[in-house]
């Protein structure tokens, strides 16, 4: 299966900010997106054993570097990409390290572990995405860093109850005791005042970052990271959604509309002109 299809099927929201760019860019950047999908389902699939799936991912880092017998089309695309940016080999084995962590911790007991995680996810995915995007000043990395934070969080917010039905908790146990709700609480799905609060909390370290990402993106670097700002409307927009119907995160699966989201879309691509 090739990018395009592999970014078509995925029916995701950083696919829908692509639109945003110029066709070479395009290309690029799905072909990463691509590879990052990949490597995340392999890490969520049903049909391997974790160690097939260590396999698996170590033969992915492998391919980063040399051509193996029988791979996919996909790794020569990415080796080119690399060749093309002058893309860091190391920050797209980060980015596999990060989704190892889900083979082998299933919670976090602090937030700081919790951030090494959305750090290699998120952050890392955004930092190598800047290089393809282009930009001028070096302190867009800075910006891509709080902007993939913020993202990660409003994943794991609206995720929750998909997590729990993985086996996983991303929710850092401090957390859930600084607010007095259990663990027992949570694999049960209790919805309570202390579940809100306690996702408010998370909302608002969200938010923060959303912050920090506005803050940190230089003036001049703005159009080319049009895609990046996308992105980020559409997911404040959800954890805006979610914050106003109080996080019943439980009982149904949050998104945007299409209306919502190309309102959020052409709204930024006016911004940036």
Same mark, same amino acid.
């Given at each position: 299966?090739?990018?395009?299809?592999?970014?078509?099927?995925?029916?995701?929201?950083?696919?829908?900010?692509?639109?945003?760019?110029?066709?070479?860019?395009?290309?690029?950047?799905?072909?990463?997106?691509?590879?990052?999908?990949?490597?995340?389902?392999?890490?969520?699939?049903?049909?391997?054993?974790?160690?097939?799936?260590?396999?698996?991912?170590?033969?992915?880092?492998?391919?980063?570097?040399?051509?193996?017998? @029988?791979?996919?089309?996909?790794?020569?695309?990415?080796?080119?990409?690399?060749?093309?940016?002058?893309?860091?080999?190391?920050?797209?084995?980060?980015?596999?390290?990060?989704?190892?962590?889900?083979?082998?911790?299933?919670?976090?007991?602090?937030?700081?572990?919790?951030?090494?995680?959305?750090?290699?996810?998120?952050?890392?995915?955004?930092?190598?995405?800047?290089?393809?995007? @282009?930009?001028?000043?070096?302190?867009?990395?800075?910006?891509?860093?709080?902007?993939?934070?913020?993202?990660?969080?409003?994943?794991?917010?609206?995720?929750?109850? %998909?997590?729990?039905?993985?086996?996983?908790?991303?929710?850092?146990?401090?957390?859930?005791?600084?607010?007095?709700?259990?663990?027992?609480?949570?694999?049960?799905?209790?919805?309570?005042?202390?579940?809100?609060?306690?996702?408010?909390?998370?909302?608002?370290?969200?938010?923060?970052?959303?912050?920090?990402a506005a803050a940190t993106l230089p003036h001049e670097d703005r159009r080319s990271m049009i895609a990046a700002?996308?992105?980020?409307?559409?997911?404040?927009?959800?954890?805006? %959604?979610?914050?106003?119907?109080?996080?019943?995160?439980?009982?149904?699966?949050?998104?945007?509309? %299409?209306?919502?989201?190309?309102?959020?879309?052409?709204?930024?691509?006016? %911004?940036?002109?």
């Amino acid at each position: 299966m090739n990018a395009a299809k592999i970014t078509r099927q995925s029916k995701s929201n950083l696919a829908l900010a692509f639109i945003s760019l110029g066709r070479e860019r395009k290309h690029d950047i799905t072909t990463f997106y691509a590879f990052c999908r990949v490597i995340d389902d392999i890490a969520d699939s049903s049909e391997f054993t974790a160690e097939e799936k260590r396999r698996c991912l170590v033969a992915w880092r492998g391919m980063l570097r040399a051509e193996i017998p @029988g791979e996919p089309t996909l790794a020569d695309e990415v080796r080119c990409l690399i060749d093309r940016y002058s893309l860091s080999i190391e920050m797209l084995e980060e980015i596999i390290t990060g989704v190892e962590m889900d083979l082998s911790i299933s919670q976090y007991a602090t937030f700081e572990e919790l951030r090494v995680y959305c750090y290699r996810v998120a952050s890392v995915v955004g930092l190598v995405s800047i290089e393809i995007f @282009g930009y001028r000043n070096p302190t867009c990395k800075e910006y891509a860093l709080q902007l993939g934070l913020a993202l990660q969080m409003t994943n794991i917010i609206r995720d929750v109850g %998909k997590d729990l039905g993985n086996g996983r908790i991303y929710l850092p146990q401090e957390d859930l005791t600084r607010f007095g709700y259990s663990e027992s609480e949570l694999q049960n799905r209790q919805y309570n005042e202390r579940f809100v609060q306690l996702m408010e909390f998370e909302a608002a370290r969200a938010r923060q970052f959303f912050s920090r990402a506005a803050a940190t993106l230089p003036h001049e670097d703005r159009r080319s990271m049009i895609a990046a700002e996308i992105m980020g409307a559409v997911y404040r927009g959800l954890l805006q %959604k979610m914050e106003k119907d109080k996080f019943r995160i439980f009982e149904k699966e949050y998104r945007l509309g %299409k209306l919502a989201k190309m309102g959020r879309i052409v709204a930024q691509l006016l %911004k940036s002109f």
